[in-house]
């Protein structure tokens, strides 16, 4: 049993690998500033006995009293809501940040594992998206201060290991999806429950062409702390090559939140669509390699425990 640190870990998949850390009999301490994240993400672990939390800013000094053997960087802002409207803070998030808690990780000799993002592959060139592709990022466009924010994460996380012989981890995270989304994040797949349980139209963006690969959180938790227990380096790509049209994929929630919403094609008035990746699809080659993993949890049945989800809510908040 360890002690692991969790920065951003009140957030979506941060609260859910808290979960998944404690029932493997881990001890849990959770940084967050909770600036995005909603506390009743991790109000059912209050008073656990092997749980704690820290409300802080992690681009500020971090300190942590007792050991730590493993510290989890997770903390961002990866909604395109939330970096569109704080760009500065989200690169001071995946720098300042990343180099707090690495510092923190050198100075209780702890494993650091990065949640590196698929946005380091920018609009790809290469179908699917292994590892060893660099990338077609813009890095003065609006989406760069979130890709590059992680490009320079994942630089900061190498040269600690090769300087100061850190051991880390990076997991390059695909769409991923589940309880505990933020309904106003921006994401097309809350976007497209709160309209569809909100009996609004499914608004998509252009033509609806753009594929994505949507992988259940329970199943990328699974996949993290797999890479955590190995002695994997070099990035694993975390995600469900199962690849499908934003329209595919608008017509099954469209299908699963009662089937009467209907579909509307629009353009965006804003510029969160500006060098949006038109493929996304994860190469897992490695993961499943290396780790033993894939995804088991299916489409529908992931889409059916989040839309419950999202409809208690929706309900609580309409009260």
Not at 52 to 61: A, L, N, P
Request: charged residues 25%.
């Amino acid at each position: 049993m360890s002690r692991i640190l969790i920065t951003g870990g009140a957030g979506f998949i941060g609260s859910h690998l808290a979960d998944r850390l404690l029932a493997d009999g881990h001890t849990i301490v959770v940084l967050d500033n909770l600036f995005t994240a909603h506390p009743r993400n991790i109000g059912r672990l209050i008073g656990h006995e092997r749980f704690s939390f820290i409300k802080h800013d992690v681009t500020e000094y971090v300190y942590v009293d007792g050991p730590v053997d493993a510290v989890l960087h997770l903390a961002s802002l990866p909604s395109p809501v939330d970096y569109l409207r704080e760009p500065i803070k989200t690169l001071k998030v995946g720098a300042l940040g990343t180099h707090k808690a690495l510092g923190l990780a050198r100075a209780k000799r702890a494993t650091f594992l990065l949640a590196s993002t698929s946005e380091v592959y920018g609009d790809p060139q290469v179908h699917p998206q292994p590892e060893s592709y660099w990338g077609n990022v813009n890095p003065i466009g609006p989406r760069g201060v979130y890709d590059e924010s992680k490009r320079f994460a994942e630089a900061m996380t190498m040269a600690y290991h090769r300087y100061h012989g850190i051991d880390t981890r990076i997991c390059r995270i695909f769409n991923t999806y589940g309880p505990r989304m933020r309904a106003d994040d921006g994401r097309v797949v809350t976007n497209f429950i709160a309209q569809g349980l909100r009996g609004q139209a499914l608004t998509v963006y252009d033509d609806g062409a753009r594929t994505r690969s949507f992988c259940y959180v329970s199943d990328l938790v699974d996949g993290i702390v797999r890479l955590l227990a190995s002695a994997e380096v070099d990035p694993v790509n975390l995600g469900n090559p199962r690849e499908m049209t934003v329209l595919e994929f608008a017509k099954a929630v469209q299908r699963l939140t009662g089937g009467t919403s209907p579909i509307e094609f629009v353009s965006p008035k804003d510029e969160r669509t500006k060098d949006d990746p038109h493929i996304r699809q994860p190469d897992i080659t490695r993961a499943r390699t290396l780790l033993g993993w894939e995804p088991t949890v299916s489409l529908e049945d992931g889409l059916l425990r989040t839309i419950e989800y999202f409809r208690t809510v929706l309900a609580g908040e309409a009260q």
